[in-house]
């Protein structure tokens, strides 16, 4: 079972992210052998993390059933770590333990695979990066990307500088 259909309430995200109209649906496709997270706007069409004509409201994207779940779009001074298999039956890794410590105050969910960490916060416009870091696979994204949204809270938190 996917851990976002695991949350048992009503997500609480950061009211910095709900009062952005930056929300879209997801779903899984399969391409070239592999399942992707497709953004779908409300209507069911694919949405764009670059058109902000394809996006809507927390309020109205959280009401819609479609797809897997919510998906917000980076930008607008809103940026997210992803960290890739971080988890082992829900406890941070050593080395994940060791990053989370630059972040004890900032909100963070469980990605929908269950195994991963998404550090949500306040970031300036710039290109994405990956990098493994102490054997940790992170990755920084702040434009150009949507991150998927599970209301699984890992640590409670705010959106504080990344």
């Given at each position: 079972m996917y851990a976002h259909r695991a949350a048992r309430v009503a997500p609480a995200f950061p009211a910095e992210l709900r009062e952005r109209n930056r929300w879209v649906r997801w779903a899984e496709v399969m391409r070239k052998g592999r399942l992707d997270k497709v953004?779908?706007?409300?209507?069911?069409?694919?949405?764009?993390?670059?058109?902000?004509?394809?996006?809507?409201?927390?309020?109205?994207?959280?009401?819609?059933?479609?797809g897997a779940g919510l998906g917000f779009v980076l930008g607008d001074g809103i940026g997210c770590i992803d960290l890739d298999h971080c988890l082992i039956d829900g406890?941070?890794?050593?080395?994940?333990?060791?990053?989370?410590?630059?972040y004890?105050?900032?909100?963070i969910e469980v990605s929908p695979s269950g195994?991963?960490?998404?550090?949500?916060?306040?970031?300036?416009?710039?290109?994405?990066?990956?990098?493994?870091?102490?054997?940790l696979s992170v990755e920084r994204y702040s434009v150009g990307r949507y991150i998927t949204m599970t209301g699984n809270v890992y640590q409670p938190g705010e959106l504080l500088p990344l």
């Open positions: 953004p779908l706007q409300l209507n069911g069409a694919n949405a764009s993390s670059t058109d902000p004509k394809t996006w809507s409201s927390y309020d109205d994207a959280s009401a819609s059933t479609l406890r941070a890794t050593p080395e994940a333990r060791k990053f989370l410590r630059d004890p105050s900032h909100y195994d991963g960490l998404h550090i949500w916060g306040l970031q300036e416009e710039q290109g994405g990066r990956r990098q493994s870091i102490g054997g």
